[in-house]
């Protein structure tokens, strides 16, 4: 799955994806649910591996990656926790602290 671009209004919502196939399946069906809301998506599957793809998100080259612990531990260095929306909070916190 290559990117592939839809411009049906003027602001693009770009979805970005791991170098694997579950992160790229999840970006698909993130970014068919857009589209299905008439949301315009840029599509930028298989960027590389987790710090590539998070500097990616922070540098807002990318709008919407898939989240999940590996953000959490590995590029922020938390200790693992259960809470799903503690971990969210955390991340979106962390990755955009300072920007408007």
């Given at each position: 799955m290559r990117a592939r671009?839809?411009?049906?209004?003027?602001?693009i919502v770009t979805v970005g994806s791991k170098d694997f196939t579950e992160s790229e399946l999840l970006a698909e069906i993130v970014a068919q649910m857009l589209?299905?809301?008439?949301?315009?998506?840029?599509?930028?599957?298989d960027l590389g591996g987790t710090f590539l793809t998070a500097r990616s998100?922070?540098?807002?080259?990318?709008?919407?990656?898939?989240?999940?612990?590996?953000?959490?531990?590995e590029i922020l260095h938390h200790a693992p926790i259960s809470d799903p929306r503690a971990?969210?909070?955390?991340?979106?916190?962390?990755?955009?602290?300072?920007?408007?």
């Open positions: 671009s839809t411009q049906r209004q003027s602001s589209e299905s809301k008439n949301i315009a998506v840029d599509r930028q599957f998100l922070r540098a807002r080259s990318i709008s919407i990656r898939n989240i999940r612990g590996t953000s959490f531990t971990v969210y909070d955390q991340i979106k916190r962390e990755y955009f602290a300072g920007s408007t």
